[in-house]
């Protein structure tokens, strides 16, 4: 079992840049996939990005390609969320997912375990 612990959120100006980590207890971190979601009020959990165990090609949705970055440190049990160029539709909770596995999924339902969210908020 792993648990997740999501930091770095807060309030920014649309156009400016947030990083979120997300910290993993236990040692087999690097046996994780680990994804990060967000939530808007009033919408669905959605994908944002994932990354395999071994950090190789990341997947992004669509939403967010060529602003968000993932990226993952095995020896510090953490994933990243790095969001630049952020628009005020970027606000929303975003959580840290993690699953067992070799495949990526992006259904938030193949995600065994949860971090407790971390809000964004992006101001026009």
């Known amino acids: 079992q792993v648990q997740l612990v999501e930091s770095g959120g807060g309030l920014v100006q649309a156009g400016g840049s947030l990083r979120l980590s997300c910290a993993a207890s236990?040692?087999?971190?690097?046996?994780?996939?680990m994804a990060w979601f967000r939530q808007a009020p009033g919408k669905e959990r959605e994908f944002v990005a994932a990354?395999?165990?071994?950090?190789?090609?990341?997947y992004y949705a669509d939403s967010v390609k060529g602003r968000f970055t993932i990226s993952r440190d095995n020896a510090k049990n953490t994933v990243y969320l790095q969001m630049n160029s952020l628009k005020p539709e970027d606000t929303a909770v975003f959580y840290c997912?993690?699953?067992?596995?070799?495949?990526?999924?992006?259904?938030?339902?193949?995600?065994?375990?949860w971090g407790q969210g971390t809000q964004v908020t992006v101001s026009a």
């Open positions: 997912a993690a699953r067992i596995g070799t495949v990526v999924p992006t259904l938030k339902s193949a995600y065994d375990y």
């Open positions: 990354i395999p165990r071994s950090g190789g090609s990341p």
């Open positions: 236990g040692r087999t971190f690097s046996s994780y996939i």
